[in-house]
């Protein structure tokens, strides 16, 4: 199956916290999993902007969620010199609330999980466009 679409909109200085929800059922028990994923300027870049894996504990699996958590220390230190692009992304807002825009520096990403046995499956693609902020 291939990767679902999705944007994110990480804010310079504060705290990036995000929760997917997987489809119940018997696919839904990812709690053994692993999971990685980078951002880059583009697919093609050797340079990493951000890396999040389980394994530096900046994705968690659970029974039908993964949860990304990355601090504000962290987003504060982004090196974004490199990133060249900028525009717009929407992120879904919770339910009830409008979509999220905002503009600033582009980069692109993939989110994969590992399963016990080794697959490799990639369950997210999109662009994350990163915000400079003001207050320091």
Known sequence: MPARKRDFIIEKGADFQRQLFLKPGPDADIRNFTARMQVRSAVSSEVVVLDLTTENNR????????????????????????LTSKGKATEPGSVGELNYESEGKLAVYDLELISPGGVVTRYLEGRVCIVDNVTR
């Open 59 to 82: 994705i968690t699996c659970g029974y039908g969620v993964i949860t990304i958590n990355v601090t504000a220390a962290v987003t504060t230190a982004l090196d974004t010199s490199g």
